[in-house]
């Protein structure tokens, strides 16, 4: 009798367990959640699929994700999560009976969220280190994306998964990466479509397309994690010095040109680089379309110059007075001040040093106080010829 | 010097000191706020010229002041070549009391260099001496040459059309080496030869009083004192004691005018040995 009760008992639970698992709860009553959950609809072996008869193992089999998502897991096999033994699918998407839907605002994934999940991992010092990467999420948080998006809630606005994919984020050493060099203004270009149409005709953009891995992309001058609104001046202050990181003889000839001084100074409202060059559209001056074509200067140096004609622009924002070849008129009158002041300031250094030791400290030093011209050593007796 | 007993002579005009009042000031400015540009990457040259007011107000009283000294310095020309042309003032032209140089100036200096080595006697100056006339004609050379390029960058689109716009690359080098030559050579050999200098020391105020002792006279300008005795010129140049205040009114903006000198000689030097 008693096994019958059992036998009957446990047809029932089966039975349960079959149709919607609700009795699982019986046990497991924290796991209430997932009917809230994006798998709501499924039952407890949907996922315990190992599970069979009551009682259970006290360790039935891990669940498998990728028994339904396997696209995603297969992703994930490949990316530098799995390779660096990192995270799994609950690390991000959170606790396996309370997961939501990427849509919903209070999930994990939401896209407003996701620096948050994220930087669990990239906002810590110590794994960043560990694992050679730089502490993004700080970074990330005070960029103009991370502001837009977490601060205003603007959901266009680039969250991790925007640049660096989901599943299968590849290190950007990896010529498939979103985040490879070759792959970044493709990857900005998503949203930032017409900058990249720019980008992609310019001297920098012809260079990246035929595999150039020294021309930048938009992260060489906007960096990645840390991008600022370009109209702000601290940003712009910037530039000079990004693109000197390069360009460092155009670097070293502006140093020396008034737009330099002045913008050393502070002063946002002066030429620099992108000032004449253009910015995403960039092209050498040997390029017709070029903003500092011979052809377009006048145009190019007017923006600022009122009145700026054909002889105003032969003024050469880049001349070095060190290149005799090239600036010889420069050239010269600089090695013409130098011996001048050398000259001028040398001879009457040595004149004022002379005059002062002996009028101080050598033998008949002149008077100190009103004493008749006669006398001294200047005295009448002996009249200088006139 | 303000021994109420001693006889004074005229050497300065009013004009005249105002005009070295209008000169120093101008170029103080000019030096103040050309060296925050100049030096523009040293570090405590940006926060001096945020403490001024950013750069839009450093290129201001740049502009301030060279306007000013180009009007004082025409006035100064205009008034010369009226008293030539108008008045017949020969004596500006050649001679002891002309700024114009003659030979006795390069006697002048072979002897002091001798005088200074102890190779000879101590020449006997004129009313000029050698740099006190490098320190006028300085003026005209720095006017000639910092004067220009400054405007033609001013009005550097205006310019253009008189001038081939590769001369602006030229025009900010000598501006700026020329500068550093003119400051150079006011901080260090004006101060000293006209300040500085133990017969001097610590600060010849005839500049700002416009009248010398008798006894300055006789030891700073022997040839003139001698001459103008001989002459019976000397009666015609007596002047009163100057005031107390004159005095140190002169003291006090000398030495100001002499410290900010030598402060921004320091921050010019070290901005640029540093590079």
């Known amino acids: ?386 | 010097m303000e021994d109420a007993k001693a006889r004074y002579y005229v050497r300065f005009s009013l004009a005249q000191r105002y005009l070295h009042g209008a000169l120093f000031t101008t170029f103080l400015g000019l030096a103040f706020t050309g060296m925050m540009l100049r030096f523009s990457t040293a570090h405590y040259m940006q926060t001096l010229a945020k403490a001024v007011g950013g750069f839009g107000a450093v290129l201001f009283f740049h502009k301030f002041f060279a306007f000013w000294l180009t009007v004082a310095f025409l006035i100064h020309v205009a008034d010369i070549v009226y008293r030539v042309a108008a008045k017949r003032e020969w004596g500006l032209l050649y001679g002891p009391s002309s700024m114009v140089p003659r030979w006795k100036d390069i006697q002048d200096l072979f002897g002091n260099l001798k005088w200074f080595l102890h190779l000879g006697a101590k020449p006997r100056i004129d009313r000029y001496g050698y740099w006190d006339k490098l320190d006028y004609w300085g003026v005209f050379w720095g006017m000639g040459i910092i004067g220009f390029s400054g405007y033609a960058m001013w009005f550097g689109s205006f310019f253009a059309r008189l001038i081939p716009g590769s001369w602006l690359n030229i025009a900010l080098l000598i501006h700026g080496e020329e500068a550093i030559l003119a400051t150079g050579w006011i901080f260090v050999i004006h101060f000293f030869n006209t300040h500085l200098r133990s017969d001097n020391f610590p600060m010849d105020l005839t500049i700002f009083t416009g009248r010398l002792s008798e006894e300055e006279l006789q030891r700073l300008h022997p040839e003139e004192y001698e001459r103008l005795v001989k002459t019976g010129g000397l009666n015609a140049l007596a002047a009163e004691a100057p005031p107390r205040w004159l005095n140190n009114f002169g003291r006090v903006i000398g030495t100001t005018a002499v410290l900010a000198g030598v402060i921004m000689l320091i921050l010019g030097t070290v901005a640029f040995v540093r590079g």
Not at chain 1, 28 to 39: D, I
Not at chain 1, 237 to 247: D, F, L, Q, R, V
Not at chain 1, 253 to 258: E, I, K, L, N
């Open chain 1, 1 to 386: 009798m008693k096994s019958c009760t059992v036998a009957l008992l446990m047809f029932i639970v089966n039975a349960g367990l079959r149709a919607a698992g609700t009795d699982c709860l019986s046990c497991h009553a924290e796991k209430a959640s997932l009917k809230g959950s994006v798998h709501g609809s499924l039952s407890c072996r949907g996922c315990h699929a190992s599970i069979q008869s009551f009682p259970h193992p006290d360790k039935p089999t891990p669940v498998n994700c990728a028994s339904c998502h396997s696209d995603s897991a297969a992703a994930l096999g490949q990316s530098v999560h799995t390779a660096s033994g990192g995270a799994t699918c609950t690390n991000c998407h959170g606790d396996a009976h309370s997961i939501l839907s990427s849509k919903d605002p209070k999930s994990s994934t939401y896209p407003a969220n996701l620096p948050h999940t994220c930087g669990v991992c990239h906002g810590n010092a110590q794994l960043a280190k560990r694992v050679g990467l730089q502490e993004v999420y700080s970074l990330y948080m005070d960029s103009i994306h991370g502001f837009a998006l977490t601060q205003d809630g603007l959901l266009v606005a680039a969250s991790c998964a925007s640049c660096h994919g989901s599943h299968g984020i590849l290190s950007s050493k990896d010529a498939k990466s979103k985040t490879n060099h070759a792959n970044i203004p493709a990857t900005c270009g998503t949203c930032h479509a017409g900058p990249l149409k720019d980008f992609s005709s310019s001297i920098h953009g012809q260079l990246v397309a035929a595999g150039s891995e020294d021309a930048p992309v938009c992260t060489n001058c906007h960096t990645a994690h840390q991008i600022t609104k370009v109209a702000s001046v601290e940003w712009q202050m910037k530039t000079t010095a990004t693109c000197g990181g390069c360009h460092k003889d155009q670097l070293a000839t502006y140093r020396d040109t008034f737009h330099a001084q002045v913008s050393a100074l502070g002063y946002e409202q002066t030429a620099r680089c992108w000032d004449c060059h253009g910015f995403h559209d960039i092209l050498p001056a040997s390029d017709p379309k070029s903003t500092v074509a011979p052809a377009n200067l006048t145009k190019t140096c007017g923006k600022c110059h009122d009145g700026a004609n054909a002889s105003f622009v032969k003024y050469d924002p880049h001349a070095d007075s060190h290149d005799a070849v090239h600036y010889p008129a420069l050239h010269y009158s600089a090695v013409f001040m130098n011996l001048l002041l050398a000259s001028v300031l040398g001879f009457f250094a040595l004149h004022t040093i002379l005059w002062f030791v002996r009028s101080r400290f050598g033998p008949n030093a002149e008077p100190k106080e009103s004493q008749p011209t006669a006398g001294s050593d200047a005295g009448p007796e002996e009249p200088q010829p006139k």
